[in-house]
């Protein structure tokens, strides 16, 4: 309730970017991802310091990336490194980054070997017999 306040009053960009960030890390806490979201990128939009952009921009990605969403988080950790983040935050990202690309290539490899096991059928029964049917998926 308080930071929630504290962003009705307040016109400073870095104590406003504060109360968002706490609001999103509750909300987090929460397992209120899209809320999470909203506050946290509410809090890239005020003028704060490099580190705390590329710290943002982290809990966005972990926002992200518990969703499955992994494109967007992936753009999120990339984002982290364009703002001089801390050691700390940096390592993180890079590992989340690894996580989170390895995520996507399972994602293709799965797609690829579905495409593989559904090959198009030949139909008998309607149309020409050897006809291939379209599938879908």
């Known amino acids: 309730r308080l930071f929630r306040e504290v ?3 307040s016109n400073d960009g870095s104590i406003r970017s504060q109360a968002n960030l706490e609001l999103g890390l ?3 806490e929460e397992k209120n991802y899209q809320e999470a979201i909203s506050h946290l990128e509410d809090a890239l939009k005020e003028d704060i310091s ?18 499955k969403k992994y ?4 753009k999120q950790y990339e984002e982290v490194e364009k703002y001089q983040p801390s050691v700390a935050t940096d390592y993180q990202s890079r590992l989340k980054r690894a996580k ?11 797609y690829n070997r579905a ?5 198009p059928r030949y139909c008998t029964s309607r149309g020409k017999p050897g006809t291939p049917l379209r599938v879908y998926f």
């Open 71 to 74: 494109k967007e988080a992936l």
């Open 7 to 9: 962003l009705a009053s």
């Open 26 to 28: 509750y909300a987090f």
């Open 50 to 67: 490099d580190e705390d952009r590329s710290r943002l921009h982290y809990n966005l990605g972990e926002s992200y990336y518990i969703q």
């Open 100 to 110: 989170t690309l390895a995520q996507l290539e399972r994602i293709e490899d799965d």
């Open 115 to 119: 495409g593989q096991t559904f090959q």
